[in-house]
């Protein structure tokens, strides 16, 4: 069965709630547990591997924390799945990895190329939804106005 990652369902609610709270707010890490629901540790961990990503910056200090660096209207699921995971991969197989083969039959397999199709298809479909789409989504089913 193919899924998201936990990692990357945390997060995209991470994203979603410094999109929430607007750029001009800054949103402290033990805040963002609160609003997500998620516990301090796992929040800390994936606010550090954005901002290492560029999707957020910090601001350290006692009215420090995190906004959005990029308009939620050109982050792409893609790009936060490349932040967690790098290239988006159905199978480790033709995962783009640099020095190393990951399947020893890769050569060989009759399969790489269909793999490599369905990929490119799942990252051009997961490129077209952004952060602000998913927004507008939720807004949606939750019944806010948009």
């Keep these: 069965m193919l899924k998201i990652p936990k990692e990357v369902d945390y997060g995209i609610l991470i994203l979603l709630a410094l999109m929430d709270e607007g750029n001009d707010q800054l949103v402290a890490a033990t805040k963002m547990a ?9 929040v800390a961990k994936l606010l550090k ?9 910090s601001f350290r200090g006692p009215k420090g924390g995190y906004r959005l660096l990029i308009s939620p209207e050109e982050l792409t699921l893609n790009e936060v799945y490349t932040f967690f995971f790098g290239a988006l991969s159905l199978t480790d197989c033709t995962k783009k990895t640099e020095g190393h083969q990951v399947c020893r039959v890769k050569g060989t397999c009759s399969l790489v190329p269909h793999m490599e199709m369905i990929n490119e298809a799942m990252e051009e479909a997961f490129s077209k939804i952004t952060l602000a ?6 807004k949606e089913i939750v019944g806010i106005g948009v």
């Design 133 to 138: 789409k998913i927004n507008k989504k939720n």
């Design 49 to 57: 591997k954005l901002q290492k990503g560029g999707v957020i910056e």
């Design 34 to 42: 609160e609003i997500t629901k998620l516990p301090y540790q796992q």
